[in-house]
């Protein structure tokens, strides 16, 4: 079993965090990560109101006793969200662990965190952002990668290189992200420092993830070469899966169109669409360069498992073979 800082402070099995992802990371998908011995998160993002995620985290609650974390979104949106409602109501449901992510700084929930015990994770994408989260008080900082699904931050920056700068530079345990999708990456960034590996695109092709089929099967056959990035002129960065949906953002924002029309031709309401009903071509979908190491679609249990099996192996006989 491998025990790290991060395993022994969340209680979980594994040093995985199983990314969250919106429209994604309901209950039933967060749970089945936690169950599996990850850390399972839940994206509150999607409630936008107190009372439909008090009953989110209901269901969670029902359906897992292992620990879990509840993301709170700090991304610019076409339709902002009273952040501290939903962090008042999480703190009121009992949640323990809070991970927050996106570009407005958490500075106004950290005395809510504090005065409530909460263990407080924050992800970002650079080593100024982490040792500022450090410096606020942030319990744990996840980084990610130029490889990752999702925002890449601004400074095009590799996982191998991303985390043990940040490591140098932090007290607190780190997490790391991006490009990780089987055991090799795992064991790869416990070797550089990191006290958990942090998985996003992975878990997008495992049999609980709910988005459609079509989509499944389509990104198992997608290669480490088919992602870009998006958004980089409106200073939200995006790895996405290079599909007609992104080739369209693309488009716009090289031909400078209205902003408006770039966030709308981005909108998560477009994904979600695809999501549901498999059309491939229907929204974006923030995908890593790791997509290209994926090749089947087991359950989350089987894959945590094997990843975790695959690690152990590496970490044992590596100077053996
Ligand atoms: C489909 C998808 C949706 C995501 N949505 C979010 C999100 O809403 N908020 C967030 O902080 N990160 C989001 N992420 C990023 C993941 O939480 C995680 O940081 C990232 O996937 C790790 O890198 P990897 O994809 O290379 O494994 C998303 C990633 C994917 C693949």
Partial sequence: MLKTKVTEMLGIKYPIFCGNMMNISYPSFAAACSNAGALGILASVMYRKPEPLREALHELQALTDKAYAVNVNLFPMLR????????????????????TSGHEAPDKYIPLFKKNDIIWIHKCAGVRYAKKAASLGADIVEVVGWENGGATGRYDIGTIVLTPATIDA??????????????????????????AALIGTRLLTTQECPIHDNLKKALINTSIYDTTIIMRS????????DNDA?????ELENSKSDQMEIFNAAAGAKSKLMYEQGDLSAGIISVGQGIGLIHDIPSVKELIERIMKEANDIIQNLYNS
Avoid: C, F, Y
């Fill in 80 to 99: 902002p969200i009273r952040q501290i409602d939903l962090v008042k109501a999480m703190i009121e449901e009992g949640v323990k662990i809070i991970e």
């Fill in 170 to 195: 932090l007290e607190v345990p780190v997490v790391a992200g991006g490009g990780i999708s089987d055991g090799r990456g795992v064991a790869a960034v416990l070797a550089l420092g990191a006290q």
């Fill in 234 to 241: 409106l200073n939200a960065t995006h790895r996405v899966w």
């Fill in 246 to 250: 992104a080739k369209l953002v693309l």
